[in-house]
């Protein structure tokens, strides 16, 4: 025989059902560890796939299941493999990893009944594990089809008989999924719910989250901006404000050291504690908005310029500083919701004294000497808005340029900036301006945040991406206090009205150019789709993920005063009433014709005193019935009806059952 007709043949015939069990049980299994590969170890990953590669080819080929004294030191180095690469056997990570080995391993030690059931069970706890890393609805969707996948594995393996087809298989388990549904929203909505998700877990899995730093030096904004991760979305309770006056306030930042800008030991006050004038006038109403922020593993909230510190956050203490940053009392690792107040028209600490003004003063000594230079000649004596107009001419007018990728800045790296390189991103015009504006003797400070976002067409709610990430300055003038100035709008003024793709337009991979104009096109079907499915992920969070008590209380009081209310009872009535017809349609005209004679016959004979027993077939309940006394001609109907009945239940007759049917239901005319 040829090599290839040896190929060939194993799938020319069907496999025995020990062996098809089996590779279903594979299938499975690598179902379940698959979401996992992307954050295991890629030696981890290589181990659990050979040896499901392993176990598959010990099925095809009906060899013996490695022995013992194979598998122990395999198992053995794998945990310390385990422990090489997390440096720890506890936690996420790691037991994810040995939870992953060990479904693996176990496929290879399979030798009784119960092996087959601590197989699946594992991979649904396994499966569990899942929602350590992704909660989106797209994952939702591909464990929901993986339930499926493995409730059909555990059903294969209780059929004595003939077994199924896969398809009817995969269909049964898909009922007993719709079947449990119900339960599980009903548990989800009204069982008792605990403050933050169930499946956090400390150390390790408040790892891996990005966001702004308290600190900033030449180059930090701009590794944040290259992320397209969601810091954070807004929905506006009215008109949006424009995109350039989209300013999220986070972090403010005085000390400098010659390179890095830090945030200065200042007092932070927290809500309740005092009650202190923050020196703010504001005209007009407030802009109000819901701001639903991701988790970042930092303190910081992010707030519309100017917002009032007043806002109330469910299980976690807030506070502020004089500078209005605010922040919370313990780090954020989870999904968080607040409503807040902005007044875009405000004046703010117009008459601060000069020793709270002197710490915005402060510079190093022996740093940047010709950037110092430069500012004793662009100063305006008496004017600290016309000094602050010249440096923003400076940047306008010279060869500046905005760039992701600036060069490398030496020891004093605002003379290197503004003298040599002058290119940089948003934190080296930030940083050179307000160092500028202190050799001028105007007080002046950095504040980092985020700027502008996009709206998503689909549910209303603005986008802001880390890649929004911004660096501006504040300067303080006698006649208005604090005021905003945007040293980058000078160079890049498509960045503060646009977004950043706008002003750095992204290189395309080889051939995609036609793809990426799409994506940047909102008009066009790509951005479309886009919108839409961040529209559903962000119903997702918003409805699933983020149900937290708070909103669990409030639905069920939404809830009961509908039902106490007479319209909302009736309503609920009405659709009561509704889906019970519409079951009992469904049932009697989808009921088997053979069962509905039958039901018919035993109510007839029911009424004549001459019911049938409970645990009586058609035969016995003929043969019951031929002791009584009936006339010939209704015992004659009587029996072949009943016959007839157990033959058509019982006998599956081939062909074509109308005239059987039809025969069933003269003989039922008869016997009445």
């Known amino acids: 025989m040829s090599l ?4 060939s043949r194993p799938f020319s015939q069907p496999l025995p059902r020990d062996k098809a069990d089996t590779l279903l049980l594979l299938l499975a299994a690598l179902a379940v560890l698959a979401p996992h590969f992307g954050h295991l170890p890629l030696w981890t990953s290589a181990a659990v796939c050979a040896t499901l590669a392993w176990r598959a080819s010990i099925t ?3 060899r013996r299941m490695p022995p013992l004294w194979l598998l122990l030191p395999i198992s053995i180095a794998s945990m310390a493999g385990v422990y090489y690469s997390y440096r720890t056997l506890l936690g996420r990570d790691a037991g994810v990893a040995m939870l992953a080995l060990l479904l693996a391993f176990k496929l290879l030690e399979m030798h009784a009944r119960r092996d087959l059931f601590v197989v699946i069970f594992l991979s649904f706890f396994l499966l569990l594990t899942t929602f350590f890393y992704t909660q989106t609805i797209f994952s939702a969707v591909v464990m929901a089809a993986t339930i499926v996948l493995l409730l059909a594995t555990l059903m294969t393996f209780q059929y004595t008989g003939t077994v199924p087809p896969l398809k009817r298989r995969l269909r049964a388990a898909a009922g007993i999924f719709l079947v449990a549904s119900p339960l599980a929203l009903l548990l989800f909505f009204a069982f008792p719910r605990i403050q933050g998700p169930l499946w956090g877990l400390p150390g390790d899995a408040r790892s891996g989250k990005s966001g702004m730093s308290d600190t900033m030096s030449p180059g930090s904004v701009s590794d944040l901006a290259l992320s397209d991760e969601i810091a954070f979305r807004v929905r506006f309770h009215g008109e949006q404000p424009a995109q350039r006056q989209l300013y999220w306030r986070g972090i403010v930042l005085g000390g400098f050291d010659g390179r890095t800008w830090t945030r200065t030991s200042r007092p932070l006050y927290w809500d309740g504690e005092t009650t202190r004038d923050l020196g703010i006038s504001v005209s007009g109403g407030p802009l109000r908005h819901e701001i639903t922020m991701e988790a970042t593993g930092k303190r910081w909230l992010f707030n ?14 807030t506070g502020t500083s004089d500078e209005l940053e605010l922040y919370t009392q313990s780090p954020i690792y989870q999904r968080v919701r607040y409503q807040a107040r902005a007044y875009l028209l405000h004046q703010w600490q117009p ?8 710490r915005w003063l402060r510079l190093p000594q022996g740093y940047n000497p010709r ?8 100063r305006r004596d008496g004017d600290p808005a016309a000094s602050a107009q010249a440096v923003l001419s400076m940047f306008r007018q010279q060869r500046f340029f905005y760039t992701l990728e600036p060069p490398l800045l030496g020891r004093d790296s605002v003379d290197d900036f503004l003298f040599n390189s002058k290119a940089g991103f948003c934190e080296h015009y930030a940083s050179a301006f307000v160092v500028l504006m202190r050799a001028m003797g105007i007080p002046a400070r950095v504040v980092t945040g985020y700027q502008g976002g996009e709206l998503n067409p689909v549910d209303g709610y603005l986008v802001v991406r880390q890649s929004d990430a911004h660096a501006w300055a504040e300067i303080w003038l006698p006649s208005r206090g604090w005021a905003r100035v945007d040293p980058t709008a000078a160079v890049a003024p498509s960045r503060i009205e646009q977004n950043l793709a706008r002003a750095m337009p992204q290189r395309a991979p080889f051939g995609l150019e036609g793809l990426m104009e799409l994506q940047n096109d909102r008009n066009s079907w790509l951005a479309q789709l886009r919108f839409a499915s961040h529209a559903m992920n962000n119903a997702w969070n918003q409805w699933v993920l983020d149900y937290n008590p708070e909103r669990q209380r409030s639905f069920l009081e939404e809830l009961g005063s509908a039902v106490v209310n007479w319209r909302g009872g009736a309503a609920l009535g009405a659709i009561a009433l509704l889906l019970l017809l519409w079951r009992a349609l469904r049932a009697r005209t989808g009921r088997d014709p053979v069962d509905a004679a039958y039901d018919a016959f035993c109510r007839t004979m029911a009424k004549r005193g001459m019911g049938r027993a409970i645990d009586e077939g058609p035969r016995g309940y003929a043969l019951r019935l031929m002791d009584m006394d009936i006339p010939d001609e209704k015992k004659a109907a009587m029996r072949d009806f009943l016959e007839l009945v157990g033959t058509l239940k019982y006998a599956a007759p081939a062909g074509d059952t109308t005239a059987p049917l039809k025969k069933l239901a003269t003989l039922l005319t008869l016997s009445r």
């Open 304 to 317: 519309l310029e100017l917002t009032v510190p007043d806002v109330d956050l469910a299980g976690l203490r």
């Open 4 to 7: 290839a007709a040896r190929l």
């Open 60 to 62: 095809l080929r009906g």
């Open 371 to 378: 950037t110092l230079a430069l500012a004793a000649s662009l």
């Open 351 to 358: 008459g601060l004294s000069p020793e709270r003004l002197r």
